[in-house]
């Protein structure tokens, strides 16, 4: 249509117009109702007069015959003494006289108003029944305007349109492809469904119509080839899969120490069905354009920001965040705090909230990972300054990994903030460096050497014989902790059938560190140290000198390191 160059004044005047010859075509008015006011308020009012027998008074300025006879006898009057009687009667003259004007006034104004009224209703009733045929002001159809543009010309500008008709698919990330109506045999078919628009309107209620543009959408007249339009429509670039995107759900994602959610995302991929039936509507309806996100055309999220359910799932997960558990490993340190938790409670696309038990589960096994030591190989200094690799052995840290799980779950519901150290099956000295410490007994399997170091210092030195390894009791290496210590104690060897032992030797003082394995003295022993174990070792024990093993017992406690090494 154009925009509208008209001003409002010229619009009203071509509108009156039309319907005036809309008017006279219908003989809405007979020649007789023509009258002229003037007359008719004057001859009203000297019929009323009459009726009621009253004179009609005259003018000011204007001096009537009869007054002027009414003068001459006046003043005869006066002369011979009446002038009293007449001076009563002149101001009751005077007042009757403005009554009637004023009264006259007051009908003239009335029928003025009246007319003017109904001449209002009369333009009133031009235009209702003028838009019985014509659309209302500011009308629109399927978006473009036909404000007081009559049915026929609505259908003669659909008519020329067509020829030249194209859509404009407006996408979601700005682009645009167009289907013309020349591709698709694209013709206009006249009908009455833009007749019924124009009657069923409103037109009493035109007037509303001046702040209340009415906005029709109506299915036009149109025939097309249905087989061409749907090569048209597989040929777009907006239905090719690989230019598609999905769109994303609201959800919630941690930011920083809690979840917040985070806004859909509304892609490119096409719903075929509602994108065929917006095309087929927005081509009978003849729109030139046609938003495929107004119409629906996406596959939008589930979810969005506002949806209940993503803020639901948003304050399930943010209560578990409340807790801050640290661990001790001395120096060392592990946190578990929302940064942490957030990783272990997850949201499916139902939005439904999880605690993922195995996440907590990996996470202690990692600390596992990271800070047991028991049974690994490690790599030590020895006493007398050389490097040694020691393998095995029942010492070292070791994380009671389904305790611990208890206690951080336990933790984690409860928002507790606590400082502690993990649940262990076994401990050791220390976290740093080799984990027993600076205070060991050390046994040089190779050199048959017992040592005890106190403090990073040698505090004892002593030749020792170990098992023998010929007859299948060597010594085994690794790193064991001492279980105890005692006096005067009766070694004993396996128990035979007759409820004898393999062998029976007391000794003064015993402190086994791996099962029956364990420092004694060994006064049977002839030598010490040198290749003594190869022939006359013993079942696996460590044999010191008396004194030496006296020095020794002294020395250690249960519960420390001892470290056994080739």
């Known amino acids: 249509m154009g925009k509208q160059d008209k001003k409002a004044d010229q619009i009203v005047d071509e509108t009156m117009k039309e319907i005036a010859e809309d008017l006279e075509k219908e003989d809405a008015f007979a020649d007789d109702d023509e009258f002229e006011d003037e007359e008719y308020f004057y001859d009203e009012d000297e019929s009323e007069e009459e009726a009621s027998g009253e004179s009609i008074e005259p003018e000011e300025g204007e001096e009537p015959e009869e007054d002027e006879e009414a003068e001459d006898d006046g003043e005869q009057e006066d002369e011979d003494g009446f002038d009293d009687e007449e001076d009563e009667e002149e101001p009751e003259e005077i007042e009757e006289e403005k009554a009637a004007k004023k009264k006259k006034r007051k009908k003239v104004a009335l029928i003025t108003l009246g007319s003017i009224f109904g001449a209002l209703v009369l333009i009133y009733a031009g235009f209702a029944f ?14 473009t305007s036909f404000s007081l543009k009559s049915v026929s010309q609505v259908e003669d500008y659909m008519e020329q349109q067509v020829k030249d008709y194209v859509l404009t698919l407006q996408e979601s990330d700005g682009g645009s492809e167009q289907i013309a109506g020349s591709d698709i045999s694209l013709k206009y078919v006249p009908g009455d469904e833009l007749k019924k628009l124009a009657k069923n309107q409103e037109s009493l209620l035109w007037i509303t119509s001046l702040w209340d543009a009415p906005e029709i959408e109506a299915k036009v007249g149109v025939e097309y080839d249905e087989d061409a339009l749907k090569e048209q429509i597989a040929a777009l670039q907006c239905l090719v899969p690989e230019n598609q995107t999905a769109s994303v759900d609201a959800r919630p994602e941690f930011q920083t120490d809690k979840f917040v959610i985070t806004e859909e995302v509304i892609g490119t991929q096409i719903d075929t069905e509602a994108f065929n039936k917006a095309v087929t509507e927005a081509i009978n309806g003849f729109q030139s354009t046609l938003d495929l996100t107004e119409a629906g055309c996406y596959i939008l999220p589930r979810f ?36 942490v938790i957030s990783q272990w409670v997850t949201v499916d696309a139902d939005m439904n ?79 740093e460096g080799n984990d027993f410490g600076s205070t060991f007994a050390e046994v040089d399997l190779t050199n048959q050497m017992v040592y005890f170091v106190q403090n990073g210092q040698v505090a004892l030195s002593s030749p020792c014989v170990t098992g023998n390894p010929n007859n299948g009791h060597g010594t085994p290496q690794g790193v064991y902790s001492l279980a105890y210590k005692e006096l005067d104690s009766v070694l004993r060897g396996e128990k035979l059938p007759d409820g004898s032992y393999e062998y029976e030797s007391p000794v003064k003082y015993w402190m086994p560190f791996n099962g029956g394995i364990g420092f004694h003295d060994a006064t049977w022993q002839p030598t010490f140290g040198g290749s003594r174990y190869l022939t006359g070792g013993s079942h696996g024990c460590v044999n010191m000198p008396y004194d030496a093993a006296g020095q020794l017992y002294n020395l250690i406690s249960a519960g420390t390191p001892v470290v056994c090494h080739y």
């Open 304 to 339: 969005t920001s506002e949806s209940e359910e993503v803020k639901a799932a948003t304050d399930a997960m943010n209560s578990y965040l409340g807790a801050t558990v640290t661990y001790d490993f001395n120096p060392y340190t592990e946190v578990v705090d929302a940064s």
């Open 353 to 431: 909230v999880t605690f993922n038990q195995d996440a907590v589960k990996a996470y202690i096994q990692s600390l596992a990972d990271k800070y047991n030591t028991k049974g690994k190989t490690r790599t030590i200094t020895t006493a007398t300054g050389n490097t040694v690799t020691v393998e095995g052995g029942s010492y070292g840290w070791k994380i009671d990994q389904e305790a611990e799980y208890n206690a951080l779950t336990a933790n984690i519901q409860n928002a507790e903030v606590v400082t502690r150290e993990p649940a262990y099956t076994s401990r050791a000295a220390s976290h």
């Open 130 to 143: 003028y838009f019985q045929s014509h659309f209302l002001f500011n009308t629109k159809i399927n978006g």
